[in-house]
Antibody, heavy 118, light 110 residues
């Protein structure tokens, strides 16, 4: 199971940290990802992190503002989001990559909604 | 960045009929192509990876084909539970971070 939390309403320019708690699999063995979906829109990959945290990647739209991290001892994934704009309003999903970093996703959480508005 | 396009935007199919969904990449992605189904209020579900490999638990009526820039998802005999939006996705991160989804095809049950 993947369970996201930490979403909510935040003002433009504000910050928020999302969490994703994993259970039922060996979390430390997998690349993990954040993917978002704006209301009524399609899917947008946001970021990924390797199993050991050695490698991280970001979409151009969030590079320099978002930071992905993980704590394998706590089976948890995080996304620190700074300098938020209304274009960051979306449901944020955490997702498991079974391919060792190639980038497809076999297991998704139910998502947490981030709303950026004044 | 590799741009993914999908057609048609909406597809209305009667139960028992075949549904054919198309996905095109702006440059070759080899066989690094996945398909997902998403129902309202739910997370996406992986159907196909590697262009043609069904994910665990996916019924055999779902099949994927193609390579390079042209891909197809076929639902051989549509069931009522197959409504939803279907997304294709390119992966294999060269360069890193080049992971893109298509805009989706909405499948309605006629």
């Amino acid at each position: 199971q993947l369970l996201e939390s930490g979403g909510g309403l935040v003002k433009p320019g504000g910050s928020l940290t999302l969490s994703c708690a994993a259970s039922g699999f060996h979390f430390r063995d997998y690349y993990m990802n954040w993917i978002r979906q704006a209301p009524g829109k399609g899917l947008e990959w946001v970021s990924d992190i390797s199993s050991s945290s050695a490698y991280t990647n970001y979409a151009d739209s969030v590079k320099g503002r978002f930071t992905i991290s993980r704590d394998n001892a706590k089976n948890s994934l995080y996304l620190r989001m700074d300098s938020l704009t209304d274009e960051d309003t979306a449901v944020y999903y955490c997702a498991r990559d079974p391919s060792g970093g190639e980038g497809y996703f076999d297991f998704w959480g139910r998502g947490t909604l981030v709303a950026v508005s004044s | 960045e590799t741009v993914m396009t999908q057609s048609p935007a909406t597809l209305s199919v009667s139960p028992g009929e075949r549904a054919t969904l198309s996905c095109r990449a702006s440059q070759s992605v080899s066989s690094n192509l996945a398909w997902y189904q998403q129902k309202p209020g739910q997370a996406p579900r992986l159907l196909i990876h590697g262009a043609s490999t069904r994910a665990k638990g996916i019924p055999a009526r779902f099949s994927g084909s193609g390579s390079g820039t042209e891909f197809t998802l076929t639902i051989s005999s549509l069931q009522s539970e197959d409504f939803g939006v279907y997304y294709c996705q390119h992966y294999n991160q060269r360069p890193p971070g080049d992971i893109t989804f298509g805009p989706g095809t909405k499948v309605d049950i006629k």
